[in-house]
Structures are given as structure tokens and as C-alpha cells.
């Protein structure tokens, strides 16, 4: 089957909610707040919608990283054991414009799976559409999703940091982490030396949903065209929103960074401060 767009409306996935092939990921979480999440969609979600953390889903438990990708093979089989085939098209939403969804869009099209997307606006617009809510959770038929042994689209601390005048780095955090004001969660403030600022939710709209691909193209118009663009965050999350606003305007070919800020500041690697790129 031909890959999805990066995005489906709610609209559109009103129409799918009884057809067997479609799976519904539901991937809202909060930082600081284990646990929320999966209280959050037991309290209500989209119908047929199956509860996906990150923490315990969408990363491995120890790697490169506070939240490391997973063994590809692993992955898939988990999958597989829960009811997600090749045979799905699955769609992702969250709470956060897609903040935490797109990481599990991405991890499917690393792996060859072209048949996933996001909700666009998620979550959100669902409720504001006064669309049917549950509390039921789906019982899923084990299956088998075929697909890559290897992450593609990737890039570790080491070769980034041996390829910073080669690279274009886009840091998609807030901007006052980017410029080392603030730092909650990790033990080291600032970016990676060279690195733009490019914050996740400046791809946002009105209700969480998408600006346009013709605006995303323009926000990211700053991409140098003989470089290979990598973009990272706090822990190789939000990097993934930047690398499906980039999907939605039609650049292709850039990496993600999985270990992100997380990895590269307790190895101790060069940091920057100040407002930068």
C-alpha cells in the first residue's frame, strides 16, 4: 500500500473509526507525570484507540539518551504481539499538537511502514469537534509487522559531533532552554554548538492543528541545500515533530539525533549558550 500523507483529519478518521484496518494510538503524555497519561485515556479517547506510553512503548529502557530507541526487531514483535500489522494504517494523537505522536510516526517510517500519520490536531480538536468519546479499550488480534532490522534515518552523538560544520543542527526545544536559561530536566544548560533554534510548537496553528505546508516550507527555508539536516531536542521527542512539519512541507532526508541534548551533555561534549543561530 502507498504511504499516508503525514497527517489525517479528524474529519476523515470519523469516517474509519469501524474499518479493521486502521489502528489508533493513543500517545498522550507529561513530562514529570508517569502514570497521567494512561489515566488521562482511561478517563476518555477515541474510540478504538489503544493507550501507547512513551516511556514503556516508544523507548527502551536504558541506551544513549532518556528515552533510546529501542532494538528495531524488539519493537516491531511488541508491536506485532499488540495487534499492529503490516496490514494497519495506524494513526497517532496526543494532547500537544502532536508533540508526542510524531515520535511513534516517525519510528514506523524508519522502519518501512508507510501507512501511519498523525491526527492533526489530536486530541484536542477531536473534543472541540464534539466527536464520540470511550472508555472501552480495544482488544487487538496478534499479528506480524514486517518491516527493517535497523533504524534508518539516524545519527549518534559521535559522528554529530565529528560533523558539526558539516551539519545543520535544528534544536527543538523552548527557546529559553536553547539558550541555557533554563534547564529542568537535564544536568547541563544550552545547545549544541552551530545548532538553530526551531521549537516544536512554532509548527502549530490555531487548536494544535499544522500551519500549512507552504508555511512550514518557509519557516524552514533556512535549511542550506548542501547540507544534511539533524534535528534533535531534549531526548529525540520533539525532534520528531520538526522531522513531520519538515515530511508535511516536502523536505526529506533529514536525521534524527535519538540520544538528542540528553546524550550529548552527560557525555560531556561542547555546549553553547546564548541566543545563537
Known sequence: MAPLKPLVTAAWLGTMLHDETIRIA????????????????????????????????????????????????????????IG?????????????????????????????HGRVAVLDGGWTTWLADGRSVTTEEPRWPQTALAGSSRWSGIIDGETVANRLESLTLIDARAAVRY???????????????????????DNLGPGQ?????HQLAARFSFLPRDSTAVSYCGSGV???????????????GSLLYPGSWSDWSAAGRAVARGSGR
Request: net charge negative; aromatic share 10%.
Open 26 to 81: 493513543d500517545c498522550r503524555w507529561y513530562l514529570g507525570e508517569p502514570g497521567r497519561g494512561r489515566e488521562e485515556y482511561q478517563s476518555g479517547h477515541i474510540p478504538g484507540a489503544r493507550y501507547f506510553s512513551l516511556d514503556d512503548d516508544l523507548a527502551a529502557p536504558a541506551g544513549a539518551g532518556r528515552h533510546p530507541l529501542p532494538d528495531p526487531f524488539e519493537w516491531r514483535e511488541h508491536l506485532g504481539g
Open 84 to 112: 499492529i500489522g503490516t496490514e494497519h494504517t495506524v494513526i497517532a494523537y496526543d494532547d500537544r499538537g502532536g508533540a508526542i505522536a510524531a515520535r511513534l510516526w516517525w519510528m514506523l517510517r524508519s522502519l518501512g
Open 179 to 201: 539558550r541555557g536559561e533554563a534547564e529542568p530536566i537535564d544536568a547541563v544548560a544550552g545547545h549544541i554548538p552551530t545548532a538553530y533554534n526551531a521549537p516544536y510548537e
Open 209 to 213: 492543528r499544522f500551519h500549512s505546508a
Open 238 to 252: 520533539t525532534a520528531c515533530h520538526n522531522l513531520l512539519a519538515m515530511a508535511i512541507a516536502g523536505i526529506d
